[in-house]
């Protein structure tokens, strides 16, 4: 991450299961839903320990995961973050960047099982990111290392 920005690296989780778990609704700063962690020994033959950019613990979800600012006033700037599918490979992750529920931003990530995939967006003034996956199989994605700027 840049010097500015916060890394979200799901390995600071309080009080975290060493397996899995739902998210806090409230972590790093942000309200999470339908987010999950899952520390990437859990499940050895997926496609979650390509995700892992540092540590042992990722977030992953089956979606839509929507991660929001604390306060619908507050932005933040969604710079990056690694990211590959959970257990199905040709799934597509379609992130949107909303500011108080108008998109601002779009685009879409092809994610393979055994391939990590850099997501490099430096989308500004959002608060609001929603993650959608689609494909064929199961549409469960992992990711590390957000790096955002609040």
Do not use: H
């Not at 685009?107 to 996956?133: D, G, K, R």
């Amino acid at each position: 991450c840049e010097s500015d920005a916060t890394a979200i690296t799901f390995d600071d989780i309080p009080s975290a299961d060493p397996a899995e778990a739902e998210l806090p609704t409230n972590y790093a700063g942000l309200s999470w839903t339908n987010g999950y962690y899952i520390n990437i020994s859990t499940y050895p033959n997926s496609g979650y320990r390509y995700a892992v950019a540092s540590g042992i613990y990722i977030g992953w979800s089956k979606g839509p995961l929507i991660m929001q600012t604390l306060s619908a006033s507050s932005t933040m700037t969604f710079v990056s973050c690694v990211m590959a599918a959970g257990w199905s490979n040709s799934i597509q992750v379609n992130i949107t960047g909303y500011y108080s529920n108008t998109q601002l931003y779009t685009a879409t990530y092809s994610l393979n099982m055994y391939t990590q995939t850099s997501v490099v967006l430096n989308w500004t003034e959002i608060n609001e990111i929603i993650f959608t996956p689609s494909g064929s199989g199961y549409p469960d994605f992992g990711m590390d290392n957000l790096c955002i700027i609040f």
